[in-house]
RNA sequence: UGGGGCGUAGCCAAGUGGUAAGGCAUCGGGUUUUGAUCCCGUGUACCGCAGGUUCGAAUCCUGCCGCCCCAGCCA
């Protein structure tokens, strides 16, 4: 990985910020509302927030956005918080909330109104509906806008007291109905909510809106650059409004950044929440999931996470990333770090006719190839072997390397077998393969000088343990979900896949949440929920790359047959 | 059809008037007891289109086209 700090555009504005002195220090903040879990698109702004952070020695908050009571709760707040650290980012005691602030973002309502620029409303929800006019059309004035200051004064702090009913006021700021930004039309500021909040109780049964709320919060806080989405480029001109009415000590500024969106995935809360309610996923943090919880569950390392965030950079263009991007950057981070295993997903028994009945021999085999430091271990090896199903085709084309009627195989670490016989059951399904082996192939010793194109791997079936092994795949069918009217029409069923697997007797050991590499096969992990000692659950966290399937798909396709007619998963 | 954004190769993305970086993907090739890794090589990008300014434009100007966001007492 490249180290090299990134320059978007964001990262130059700040450099110039401190070049000018406009700036000593640089404060930003991550903002969730504790309504949901966060995913991949969080990433990317976590990650952006708290880079800037650290890269100018600056500091970065964890803001709970919680100004709607009701929809948010608890378990979110620390799944965040738990997420956030997981990605690697401290805030240390910057941790806060909107409600930190109830306090004093009333008082910047009483001071609204005192300069003339706020008034409440008592128009019901649907009237001050048809008073913002449309997009093409102006709104109307409501006939309280020109309530006196006093007046005023004394609604909002008898809406504080208690004294209406949920939607009988709402104090809205007075800019301008004309407005051809809607966000200026007369936001509401302040709206009735009889609804204990999570945090502050029932101390207040007025809760402020998220523009008023968030401004503030950022001033208070000190916040510098307010990092933000793209859909907020309309809320700025409110934004900065707020802060030429109030003139806090401190004057942050918004800047707005393109939300990150993965191929072949949803993150829209509601349609995330169809997923778990429909039972097509096991929860928030299935591994199939799009969320941090689902990735770090899958497997998905941290640094992983970040380094995909940081090629994907930071711009004002809409962009829907290739999953192949992220799943090389985890291919890249376990490559590095995972051992490697064997492991036979679809068994096939393969009897070695000329090894002795009762042997048992141990062979060694290297944890990982690139780095000797990570040691070897030893592996039984016996007469019955189990290995992979399609390794062996009865018909197989010239370029087959693997085992095949009369051909040649190393089977990984231990000796060159031949097919010899095939074995089939009355359906003519393969159940059995006889083979002989080359007792001068053994791996390591150096007795004989044969070749062969192919090597498989294997585990020897007498001491193989089981394991309940899952297998993931997409979600969705079509690239761009979201642009489907019916996205639960593209779901792919095949997204998940089980097996029992049977794995080499060192894997017995492996820990729930640990990673390695199945040889030959991808990635995988020890489910962190599910997985025990007496029943191994592993999750695949992604393949190897497979050029083999690539050259077997577009020979399917020059034979003009279905792509998946022989390709394996 | 009001306002705000965005448009550089399949997907991202540098570039800020001097003649188009890089990554991923693709396609070749080499190494390899993982068809993995690694290493080499591979793209005629009419820089959305059309005009204009200039010795010179992806970069400046004008017009057009396409896509995204906004009419919550959600964030």
């Not at 500024?253 to 429909?278: C, H, P, V, W």
């Not at 640094?303 to 263009?317: I, L, N, P, Q």
């Not at 697997?501 to 990673?515: I, S």
């Amino acid at each position: 990985m490249n180290d090299a700090p990134p320059r978007d555009f964001i990262r130059q504005i700040i450099f110039e910020d401190l070049e000018s002195g406009k700036h000593d220090e640089i404060v930003t903040r991550f903002p969730p509302e504790p309504n949901g879990y966060l995913h991949v698109g969080h990433v990317m702004s976590i990650c952006l927030n708290f880079g800037v952070g650290q890269e100018n020695h600056g500091r970065t908050f964890l803001r709970f956005d919680d100004t709607n009571p009701g929809k948010e709760k608890e378990e979110y707040v620390r799944a965040i918080e738990r997420d956030v650290h997981w990605l690697g980012f401290d805030w240390e005691d910057r941790l806060t909330h909107a409600s930190d602030y109830f306090g004093q973002i009333y008082d910047a309502a009483e001071k609204l109104i005192e300069l003339g620029v706020a008034y409440v409303d008592s128009l019901s929800a649907d009237e001050i509906r048809e008073h913002r006019g449309t997009l093409t059309k102006p709104g109307m004035n409501s006939p309280y806008r020109d309530r006196p200051v006093d007046e005023n004064l004394d609604l909002l702090r008898r809406m504080r007291a208690g004294e209406f009913e949920d939607g009988e006021h709402v104090l809205r700021a007075k800019i301008d109905m004309a407005s051809p930004n809607m966000n200026l039309r007369d936001p509401a500021l302040y709206r009735i909510r009889h609804i204990e909040h999570q945090r502050t109780g029932n101390k207040w049964c007025i809760y402020p809106m998220y523009d008023f709320a968030h401004t503030l919060s950022d001033a208070f806080e000190g916040i510098t650059h307010s990092l933000c989405t793209l859909e907020f480029e309309d809320h700025r001109p409110l934004y900065d409004w707020f802060l030429d009415q109030l003139e806090p000590p401190h004057r942050p500024r918004q800047i707005e950044f393109s939300r990150l969106n993965l191929a072949y995935t949803i993150t829209s809360k509601r349609k995330l929440n169809m997923l778990i309610d429909g039972d097509v996923v096991s929860g928030w943090n299935d591994p199939r999931m799009p969320t941090i919880a689902g990735m770090r569950r899958r497997g998905y390392p941290a640094a992983a996470m970040r380094d995909f965030v940081k090629r994907g950079g930071v711009t004002k263009k809409d962009k829907l990333i290739e999953m192949g991007v992220l799943e090389n950057c985890v291919r890249e981070q376990l490559g590095e770090s995972a051992e490697r295993r064997m492991a036979v997903l679809r068994p096939l028994k393969v009897v070695l006719t000329n090894y002795p009945e009762d042997q048992v021999e141990m062979v060694q085999a290297i944890n990982h190839p690139n780095n000797p430091e990570l040691g070897t271990r030893d592996m039984p090896f016996s007469r019955e072997v189990l290995i992979e199903r399609d390794d062996f085709l009865e018909e197989a084309p010239r370029k087959f390397f693997r085992l095949k009627p009369g051909g040649e195989v190393r089977l990984r670490f231990g000796y060159i077998i031949k097919c010899e016989e095939v074995i089939k059951n009355d359906a003519g399904d393969i159940v059995e393969l006889r083979c002989s082996y080359d007792p001068d192939t053994r791996s390591g010793t150096g007795t004989s000088d044969k070749k062969v194109k192919g090597t498989i791997h294997w585990v020897s079936a007498a001491h193989a343990v089981p394991a309940s092994v899952r297998l993931y795949d997409r979600l969705f069918t079509v690239p761009d979900p979201n642009s489907v009217d019916d996205f639960m029409s593209v779901l792919n069923p095949e997204s998940l896949e089980t097996v029992t697997a049977m794995l080499e007797p060192a894997l017995q050991q492996l820990a729930g949440g640990e990673a390695v590499q199945f040889e030959r096969l991808g990635y995988f992990c020890a489910d962190s929920e599910e997985h025990t000692a007496d029943a191994l659950v592993i999750n695949r966290i992604v393949t190897l790359r497979d050029s083999w399937a690539k050259i077997e798909a577009a020979a399917m396709r020059l034979e003009g047959k279905p792509p998946n007619a022989v390709v394996r998963k």
